[in-house]
């Protein structure tokens, strides 16, 4: 079963196709994120160490053209797509995706953007968000285009080290790489709401909903 999984990326990695491919799912995932993009994107990154393709450059700026295209057209749908904010229902991960946005929001809109790149569900509801609030585009376009420079950085750097570490190995070069992704992402959301807790606890702000 890992030698057909292997076969059926390596076809699909090895040809030109893979660049509309993953610029259409990072473009979807702008607005439907129920396969976070980062996952494929740290893939091609594995891929691209261990094998040597895809072009790497090429696939950093298909990345990132595609995802500032997807989350600028979710901001100026923003008051249309509010009824997905509405679904999200207590207790779920999305409603806690909510939560982190209204609570960053409040705290500085610009690091919040870039980091909300970072969690699927955050990303989403901080464009819709954003977008009805008419938050002023030209400050968003720039610190959203920052946040997807980051985050496309990231999700190829950390496959590609994996890919080239464990070149003779793609099956535990992709698990490795994606265990590796995920803990960074994880561990930069918390370093983020531990930064912002110690700063509005000096500013002796309390921490609300």
């Known amino acids: 079963m890992v030698e057909t999984l292997l076969s059926w990326i390596e076809a699909i990695m090895l040809t030109e196709w893979i660049y509309p491919l993953l610029g259409t799912l990072i473009f979807l995932d702008c607005f439907i994120p129920v396969l976070p ?3 494929p994107l740290n893939l091609v990154g594995t891929w691209a160490g261990s094998q040597g393709q895809p072009h790497l450059p090429t696939m950093f ?3 990132v053209a595609a995802a500032v295209t997807g989350d600028n057209l979710c ?5 249309r797509l509010m009824p997905l904010i509405n679904r ?3 207790g779920s ?3 806690d995706a909510l939560q982190w946005v209204k609570r960053n ?11 909300a790149r970072f969690i699927p569900s955050a990303r989403l509801f901080m464009t819709i968000l954003l977008g009805s609030m008419r938050y002023p585009w030209p400050l968003f376009f720039l610190f959203d285009t920052f946040g997807v420079l980051l985050w496309v950085f990231q999700a190829l750097a950390v496959g590609y080290v994996g890919g080239v570490l464990f070149a003779g190995n793609p099956a535990i070069a992709m698990v490795v790489s994606l265990i590796a992704a995920v803990a960074l992402g994880f561990g930069i959301q918390k370093a983020q709401n531990s930064l912002a807790n110690w700063w509005d606890a000096r500013r002796g702000v309390a921490e609300t909903p």
């Open 37 to 39: 993009s980062e996952v």
């Open 61 to 63: 700026w298909v990345a």
């Open 75 to 79: 901001f100026a749908l923003g008051g």
């Open 88 to 90: 999200a229902q207590k």
């Open 93 to 95: 991960k999305a409603y």
């Open 105 to 115: 929001m409040r705290r500085g809109a610009g690091a919040a953007i870039i980091i």
